[in-house]
């Protein structure tokens, strides 16, 4: 595994851009103010989700860990295929009891194609935003609902409009789990 540090973000996407044939492990945000975590497979994906949504990757110096890849043929990433997801886990004042789904949802999207930013910034609660890979199979989106309802906090499936609205966003149960510490 390679570390490469970037003073800016902006020195990280052209990098993104221009880099080929490697897997990501893992991308971070290195602030003494923020700690935000972000998990993409290809930098390809990675330079696509920067140019889409700027705002989810805060001014700062990053830590890109990778590999190198043999066989990487992506194709361009297309979010009329893919649901977009929040969710969260935070703790209660003035108790030891914390809600939210985000670990039982980062176990059960094991098996399905996804990529997330996750904000732990702030000691009492963390937020992670998802694009998660629709399957084909019916039987596996059926599965993925069901994951999304029970641990998001907020999720939506693609209606062909291209935007967020009423129509497709759902909130999930996500804020009525009591995750296991």
Known sequence: MKTKMFKTKEQLKLWAKKTTGVV???IALVNSVQSIEFQFPTPKVLSQVMERDPSNFPDGQYEVNYSNSDDLNLDDLDYSKMAMVIALEAQL???PSRIGGLRPLLDHLADYTYCC???RTDPAYVVASFWVLEP???TELDSL????????T????NDGSGYVTLNNARMG????HYPEI
């Open 93 to 95: 004042a003035n108790s």
């Open 117 to 119: 930013t996750i904000n």
């Open 173 to 176: 149960n996500g804020t009525s």
């Open 136 to 138: 084909s199979n019916p």
């Open 154 to 157: 907020f999720y939506a499936f």
């Open 145 to 152: 609902k069901c994951i999304l309802q029970k641990y998001s």
């Open 24 to 26: 990501l492990t893992s």
